[in-house]
């Protein structure tokens, strides 16, 4: 038996299924991140590759590869970064919450902000947020690297939590 093979556009490691290709990427359970596996759709010329939760029960109750890619859609887990905007006075920019007050400004509200980046993430971390984000600016990012002031959302489904980067980390705010 092989090791990782692909059958009808599922990929099967050691036998079970790990996941599906399809829109030019592979779609991977959680359980299954594994080097080996990830090479192995590399070789297959699949260079984007996501890890989902439940793919694995899906395809293992006999979906298919579009019954499972038609659930997965807006299941994942979605990161999206929030900036002041440019019309956003400079006094309110950069500051932790308690100086934002100090000085004489509300809460951060949605309508000051500009959404400068939404994607995929695998897990609901703000330190790996701020490992990819806060020190340099990835392809796609159309803000500036993190700093104090911004906004991160973490969003699944229709439930969204919301931080406000602090000087010393973060604090959940309503948003």
């Known amino acids: 038996m092989k090791r990782i093979y692909v059958q009808n556009g599922i990929v099967f490691f050691?036998?079970?299924?790990?996941?599906?290709?399809?829109?030019g990427k592979a779609v991977i359970d959680c359980m299954f991140q594994k080097e080996?596996?990830?090479s192995f759709v590399k070789e297959l010329g699949f260079l984007e590759h996501v890890f989902r939760e439940g793919v694995y029960d899906r395809l293992s109750e006999g979906g298919g590869v579009k019954e499972t890619a038609e659930t997965s859609i807006g299941e994942g887990r979605r990161l999206r970064i929030y900036q002041l905007g440019q019309d956003s006075p400079i006094m309110m920019r950069?500051?932790?919450l308690a100086e934002r007050k100090k000085r004489?400004?509300?809460?951060?509200?949605?309508?000051?902000?500009?959404?400068?980046?939404?994607?995929?993430i695998e897990n609901?971390?703000?330190?790996?947020?701020?490992?990819?984000?806060?020190?340099?600016?990835?392809?796609?990012?159309?803000?500036?690297?993190?700093?104090?002031s911004d906004v991160i959302e973490f969003a699944d489904g229709e439930?969204?939590?919301?931080?406000?980067?602090?000087p010393s980390g973060y604090e959940e705010i309503r948003f």
């Open 36 to 38: 080996e596996l990830v």
């Open 124 to 148: 609901y971390s703000l330190e790996e947020v701020w490992e990819k984000y806060g020190r340099r600016v990835p392809e796609g990012f159309q803000g500036h690297a993190l700093s104090i």
């Open 94 to 96: 950069f500051i932790s």
């Open 14 to 23: 050691y036998g079970n299924p790990a996941g599906y290709l399809g829109d």
């Open 159 to 166: 439930n969204s939590r919301f931080f406000y980067i602090e």
């Open 104 to 120: 004489g400004y509300d809460r951060p509200r949605r309508e000051e902000y500009v959404r400068v980046y939404e994607g995929e």
